[in-house]
């Protein structure tokens, strides 16, 4: 039986979002949303689990190890541009110790452990901007394929305008069948500006076997367990997800819908 693809925020304090390879029936993807006050402190490190802490607002001291490691975050709304984030490997214990309000993502993936716990400058993460009209959307590579840091994460933002969609034309990327198309399970966390709008996002299979349209209100996290998943942002509302994804190999290499591939040309 397929999970519910939208997973909404419990509470308001602590971890209100909590997806692991268990909840979403999948292997390699988890995601957690955690909120805390000026001082409050969370903490993780799971043997054979790396992990990327994004602070969505606010900013928070990361140690590793029980050392320090630095600071990330620093912006008000996640409409303000990239920050700094952290990686940290597999099985390295971490604590995150909020300066001020805080929502904290935890992005998680299998690793063996390699690699250098370690923070990554804004500076460091590239931008780009992709689409054309109406399909316009601004990415930040936060950990992209192209940073040897990580061994299975894909971390990435995207900020959608108002009007515009996104993941679009509709691509999937569900089989291991390099070099034409790759396999990752994929995760979004949604955020609006203002935060009273809404969004939506189609998640579909060729078959149809899978075919779920969500209304995805701001603090929501939807599953991508296979199948083809744009988004459309509608009029007057800005919108952002952070994604998480991760497979058998990490390399992002989808394929777009053939009945939408004309759109790629206009």
Sequence with gaps: MMPNLRVRPSGTGGRVIHVTPESAGWTYV??????????????????????????????????????????????????????PAAYLPAGTAWTAIAEAPLELAVCSAPGTGAGTARIIGAEAMSRETRGRGTNVRHVTNILPETDPTAESLLVVEVITPGGH?????????????????????????????????????????????????????????????KGYHPVAAIHGYDLYYLNVMAGPKRIWKFWNAPEHAWLLAK
Excluded: N, W
Aim: glycine content about 12%; proline content about 9%.
């Design 30 to 83: 988890g995601f957690d949303l955690v909120r805390l006050e000026g001082g409050e402190r969370f903490a993780g490190g799971e043997p054979g689990r790396e992990v990327c802490l994004v602070a969505v607002t606010g900013t928070a001291r990361i140690e590793a190890a029980g050392a320090p490691l630095g600071t990330i975050g620093g912006r008000t709304s996640p409409f303000a541009g990239p920050v």
């Design 165 to 225: 969609t996104s993941s679009y034309p509709p691509h999937k990327h569900d089989r291991d069948a390099l070099p034409e198309e790759s396999l990752l399970e994929e995760t979004y966390y949604h955020r609006l500006d203002p935060p009273q709008g809404f969004a939506f996002q189609r998640v579909y299979t060729d078959d149809r076997s899978l075919d779920e349209t969500m209304v995805v209100e701001d603090g929501d996290t939807t599953l991508v367990p």
